[in-house]
């Protein structure tokens, strides 16, 4: 079975700082893992992903994550936040099946 | 290319109503799924698609939903005599295969209201 554990409902950073936001996983197998990103009232964009290649994956908007197979965790970074940014964040594994599954999500919210 | 495209965006319907949702994949997309996220949570699965077979429904209420994608057309999310828990967001995704490291693309979702 898998599932993603998204470890803080909430994180507020002030504008200019460091982000990261915690996502551990649980999987049988290798698994596929990917952030999205969803903005009030919006669908849900792809940040980015990872697929077994290189541990550390690069997003769009400066955002990156490590994919850390010791700590099951997939981690999402960015080394300076905007406001832009201020959203909801998930963090997802897909399943055998190609079925997505869900963290609860991680509001950010940047602080001007 | 147009990305993958949901209507209406906002649905209000009385309880006791059929709700008709829509989503058009993008183009070359023969793949699709229904999510649906619930107030303050985060997405689930319902129902994968391909074009005229349901390859898995396990996420899906076992009465008053249902789901198609056919030959021609858009993926239609059915629910009859909607009631107030099915207030939600439904999202719709896309992928070109169905291989697990596929990215699916997210429509901008239907917010469906009962009233």
């Known amino acids: ?112 | 290319n147009a990305g993958v495209m949901q209507n209406p965006r906002h649905l209000v319907r009385r309880r006791g109503q059929e709700a008709r949702l829509r989503c058009s994949p993008m183009k070359g997309h023969s793949h699709v799924y229904w999510y649906r996220q619930l107030p303050e949570e985060g997405l689930k699965f319902m129902v994968y698609l391909q074009k005229e077979n349901i390859i898995d429904e396990s996420g899906m209420p076992k009465e008053r939903f249902s789901a198609e994608f056919p030959k021609e057309g858009p993926s239609i999310l059915r629910i009859q005599q909607v009631v107030r828990g099915d207030s939600a967001a439904y999202f719709c995704a896309s992928s070109s295969t169905s291989g697990g490291t596929d990215t699916q693309y997210f429509g901008p979702g239907t917010r469906l209201t009962v009233l």
């Open chain 1, 1 to 112: 079975a898998q599932s993603v554990t998204q470890l803080d409902s909430h994180v507020s950073v002030s504008e200019g700082t460091p982000v990261l936001l915690r996502c551990n996983y649980s999987s049988s197998y290798s698994p596929s893992l990917f952030w999205y990103v969803q903005h009030p009232n919006k669908g849900l964009q792809l940040l980015l992903k990872y697929t077994s290649a290189a541990t550390l994956v690069k997003g769009i908007n400066g955002f990156e994550a490590e994919f850390k197979k010791s700590e099951t965790s997939f981690h999402l970074t960015k080394p300076s936040a905007h406001m832009s940014d201020a959203a909801e964040y998930f963090c997802v594994v897909i399943s055998q099946a190609n079925n997505l599954f869900f963290g609860t999500g991680t509001r950010l919210t940047v602080i001007p």
